[in-house]
């Protein structure tokens, strides 16, 4: 007789699937801050809105539209894609502020960190959020926006027998959106150190986190003054806030949103640019390192 | 290889000292219960063991430092917290497509599977769900991830009888196969006594009892003792003595069952009766409950 051994035969393990983390975390970002999308698309609606109403009641006075009128609508393209900008830019802030704070006030940061993503991984995602998807996201809102007036005030002339031929030729659109392109990538190189900051505020803040993200660079500000009547911080946040223009185009003039003016080369060898970039990097190395080492609040 | 092993892990919060150098070895294969009361250290002792936190002393898990690789370990090691942890703004769709998408051993058609068991709905935003649902959500996200380690913590917190039980079914019947290895912390101690294969008592940082339940059932005997044979009882020095229904019931480390089957009634005692004996006292103490 013999003996037979039950050995268990050993379990056939599921071969690894190829997996995009990164990818997968920006699209994570996307589905739960919902309003980094909708806040600019209901601004480009309110503008349309009132671009609207401006073209029914030129229509109703409407003779011809001469050259006055139509560099005024022109100045419309150039608000709306202002408005459209500045609502990015404050969805921009809120979301930075909330990005490392929620997950840990939820407690989701536990689920979150039982997947294989890394710290890192799940910062960068974070990061380029406001550095990257906005500005393009905020891109195509802007030139979609421009688009539909554009047709709108097209609708308009060819109602009233007028060609809109000048419109399509003379019109700003393609220049102009270079330069939105141009300007947003500006922006945000230049805004990056204000970005990585809210998320290291967001990552390190238990409580009160716009307070913690606003209130200490405030306080240098009136230490340095108060203490040796000099305003240099104050100076240099300044220059981070509303420097980048002067390095990025030629001139400052009026109608300088001319293709002309652009000076990328000037720009990207600019030190400023670079030293607040090192910063940023600075600031997203510490928010990984808290990220690793905070816990749920 | 062991699963995990632990050498002196020690980890203090300030004057705190949550886990005061234990050392811990888990087999593949394993269910181990890990029994406490609270702050005793069974949390941070699971947060060392997923990366959670830093410690002092060695710590290694499938082989690896569990707070320098964190990111990889998670390709083999799998957690449930207790319900609150899931994303309440998320979809269940959402969820199955994330894990999907960054797990490397995630199977999204059996996490389907497992789902289409339920009543869960695959649009429905998790804070729509019950306590009991998301449970089962996140069970269903993790049986389907072919794991070597799964830990959970106090996995069945808040939920009600029926989601407590079929929790523990469909981990022994559809998820356990002799080959992954699975801690628990819990307080329902009664819920996982027969699921276990080793418990672990842990007490102010401390083990104080590591064994397995085939050791657990021959060591640790009860007996009621008949009033008259109570004294004699008690000379054979029990753990630990309790009154139940006017009659005394007296446990036993390693005692004779034949000796003590002549005072009355003898059976293995719960492990919740053996925590009571060994730790209730202590615990007392610290909590400053009135005996």
């Known amino acids: 007789m013999t003996t037979q051994v039950d050995t268990l035969p050993e379990p056939v393990r599921t071969p690894p699937r190829a997996t995009r983390p990164f990818y997968w975390s920006i699209r994570r970002e996307l589905w739960e801050n919902r309003s980094l ?77 039982s997947l294989p993503v890394s710290d890192l991984t799940t910062v960068l995602a974070k990061a380029s959020v406001p550095l990257v ?65 809210l998320l290291l505020v967001s990552g390190s803040a238990r409580r009160a986190v716009f307070l913690w993200a ?84 | 290889m062991a699963c995990i092993e632990a050498r002196g892990l020690r980890k203090s919060f300030g004057a705190t000292i949550a886990l005061d150098g234990i050392d811990l070895r888990v087999e593949e294969g394993r269910i181990l219960g890990l029994i406490g009361p609270n702050g005793a250290g069974k949390s941070t002792a699971l947060n060392a063991i997923l990366g959670l936190t830093s410690y002092q002393g060695t710590l290694k898990v499938l082989g690896r430092d569990p707070w320098t690789e964190r990111d990889q370990l998670m390709c083999d090691v799998c957690f449930i917290a207790d319900v609150a942890v899931m994303p309440r703004w998320m979809r269940v769709s959402q969820a199955l497509d994330y894990v999907a998408g960054v797990h490397p051993r995630f199977d999204r058609a059996k996490a389907e599977g497992f789902l289409a068991k339920t009543i869960i709905k695959r649009s429905s935003k998790i804070r729509e769900l019950s306590k009991g649902m998301v449970t089962q959500l996140h069970l269903a996200l993790v049986m389907a991830i072919d794991a070597k380690l799964l830990v959970l913590d106090e996995p069945t917190l808040g939920l009600d009888l029926l989601y407590r039980k079929q929790f523990y079914d469909t981990l022994l019947n559809d998820y356990f196969d002799g080959s992954r290895t699975i801690v628990v912390t819990t307080h329902q101690v009664e819920e996982i006594q027969d699921i276990l294969t ?15 339940m085939a050791d657990f059932e021959t060591r640790y005997v009860e007996v009621m003792a008949r009033p008259e044979h109570v004294a004699a009882a008690r000379a054979l020095k029990p753990l630990h003595e309790r009154q139940v229904f006017g009659r005394s019931i007296l446990l036993f480390d390693r005692a004779d069952r034949d000796q003590l089957a002549g005072f009355g009634e003898v059976r293995t005692p719960s492990i919740a009766d053996l925590f009571v004996a060994m730790i209730g006292g202590q615990a007392a103490e610290t909590q400053g409950a009135a005996p």
């Open chain 1, 37 to 113: 999308y909708i806040a600019p698309l209901a601004a480009a609606a309110v503008t349309l809105f009132g671009f609207a109403i401006g073209d029914i009641w030129l229509l109703r006075r409407m003779s011809a539209l001469d050259q006055e009128r139509r560099s005024f609508a022109v100045g419309h393209y150039d608000l709306a894609a202002l408005v459209i900008m500045l609502t990015m830019l404050l969805a921009g802030v809120f979301y930075c502020l909330g990005a490392l704070h929620g997950e840990r006030r939820d407690r989701s940061i536990l689920f979150w960190k």
């Open chain 1, 133 to 197: 998807i906005l500005p393009l996201l905020g891109f195509i809102i802007i030139v979609a926006t421009q688009l539909i007036m554009l047709m709108m005030s097209t609708a308009l002339l060819l109602l009233n027998g007028i060609s809109a031929t000048a419109l399509w030729v003379e019109g700003p659109l393609s220049a102009m959106s270079l330069v939105q392109l141009y300007c947003l990538a500006v922006l945000a190189l230049w805004y990056a150190p204000f970005g990585g900051w």
């Open chain 1, 214 to 297: 606003f209130l200490p660079p405030l306080a240098v500000c009136v230490i340095e003054k108060t203490a040796f009547g000099t305003t240099n911080v104050a100076a240099f946040l300044i220059h981070r806030l509303a420097g980048g223009y002067d390095e990025a185009f030629t001139t400052r003039a009026e109608g300088a949103s001319q293709l002309a003016t652009l000076d990328p080369v000037r720009y990207l060898s600019s030190p400023d640019l670079w030293i607040g970039l090192a910063i940023t990097a600075a600031f997203l190395a510490t928010a990984v390192w808290l990220r690793r080492r905070r816990e749920p609040i």
């Open chain 2, 198 to 212: 080793d418990v672990m008592f842990l007490n102010r940082g401390r083990i104080v009892l590591d064994c397995s």
